[in-house]
């Protein structure tokens, strides 16, 4: 499964442009503690969260995460939207809380 | 009774988000134009840059107080200060033993150097100085205060990394020496939010990263001499010793 496949299910907003939404996800991780994902987080994984700063990116470009899904209708600063544009990390947005969003890419990746 | 001006969070080239101009030299030279008397370098999780700071700043008549500002399991930013050599030993050694051990991408998150008076590079730190230790803040106090040292939650009401984002609410029975507010935040109106603030001094400091925004803010206190015991009694507001207010 794809971001693009989950973007569209979820009707997730893309909020950068030109990046790789075909690669696969190969799973998802959900923390906003951020040295608790630099050091769990994996590869290809899609991370949930509701932090919205510029080391999210770094973090996120570190571990090489599919993807940031921000939650409950928080946006990224410009700092943190600039710097994902730069490190081509994929950044979406959902109104969905974090239980919601979790719980229906879960259910899709299962299906 | 002195009053001093001291500016107790300054982050060196060390700290991963430190600009590369912040060597040991170039802020006691900064401070000294910045009419600071007393200052701290508190780089994220390490001491690499104390010693040397306080040697230079020796040579102008400033005092610089060793410390480290510190990443709790819990990512709040907590400043520790420490008086002798020997304390700010162990405590590197206890900050090495809870720090994960995860490589550092500089190109990510900044250059991590030590560098010597003349701002060579000495050595880098290969691991990121940037996650949190495996240790909650409650012990990190515990911690601190057993070596000797002093604890004071740093940029308490910031969005990020601030105690009461992390926490939601002052942790009851928490034993801190003082509360670091944001520089531009308003003693009287964050004691009105948060009223267990009453209880303790607050410093703002200039969390700087560049040498321009050294003592951009600092604290004045009132203290008999510029040694670590007559610090702490400020810090406590103790025997007409204080941090005063603007």
């Known amino acids: 499964m794809n971001l693009k496949q989950i973007a569209d299910e979820l009707g997730l907003k893309i909020l950068n442009e030109e990046v790789d939404l075909e690669r696969e996800v190969t799973g998802g991780y959900v923390s906003d503690l951020l040295s608790d994902v630099m050091g769990h987080a994996r590869e290809g994984e899609l991370w949930i969260t509701l932090q919205s700063h510029i080391n999210v990116v770094a973090i996120a470009s570190l571990k090489d995460l ?6 409950k209708g928080i946006l990224p600063d410009s700092l943190m939207l600039e710097k994902a544009r730069e490190e081509g990390i994929p950044v979406l947005a959902t109104t969905r809380t974090t239980f919601q969003t979790t719980g229906l890419i879960y259910k899709m990746m299962e299906s | 009774m002195n009053v001093y001006r001291a500016d107790l969070h300054i982050h060196s080239v060390l700290s991963p988000c430190g600009d590369l101009e912040m060597s040991p030299r170039r802020i ?13 370098v508190t780089d994220h999780n390490h001491t690499g840059h104390a010693r040397l700071t306080r040697r230079l ?27 002798t050599n020997q304390q700010l030993e162990d405590f590197q050694m206890q900050l090495e033993r809870y720090l994960p051990m995860v490589p550092n991408d500089p190109h990510l998150f900044g250059d991590q150097v030590i560098v010597d008076e003349d701002e060579h590079i000495l050595s880098e730190i290969r691991h990121s100085l940037y996650p949190g230790l495996s240790l909650g803040i409650s012990d990190m106090t515990g911690l601190v205060h057993e070596l000797g040292g002093l604890f004071v939650p740093a940029h308490v009401d910031r969005p990020m990394n601030g105690l009461y984002i992390q926490l939601g609410l002052f942790p009851d029975g928490l034993e801190v020496d003082a509360v670091e507010i944001s520089r531009n935040t308003d003693p009287a ?3 009105k939010q948060h009223s267990e603030l009453e209880s303790y001094r607050l410093l703002r400091n200039s969390d700087a990263h560049y040498p321009e925004h050294i003592g951009r803010a600092y604290n004045m206190m009132s203290m008999k001499a510029k040694t670590f015991s007559e610090f702490t009694l400020a810090l406590h507001g103790k025997e007409g010793r204080m ?3 603007k």
């Not at chain 2, 006691?28 to 701290?40: K, N, T």
């Open chain 1, 66 to 71: 599919a993807g940031i899904v921000l939650v």
């Open chain 2, 28 to 40: 006691v030279a900064r401070a000294v134009e910045m009419g600071l008397d007393i200052i701290a």
């Open chain 2, 57 to 83: 700043g020796e040579k102008h008549g400033i005092w610089v107080v060793y410390g480290a500002e510190v990443n709790t399991r819990e990512e709040v930013h907590c400043l520790t200060f420490f008086d």
């Open chain 2, 189 to 191: 109106g964050i004691r």
């Open chain 2, 243 to 245: 941090v005063k207010e």
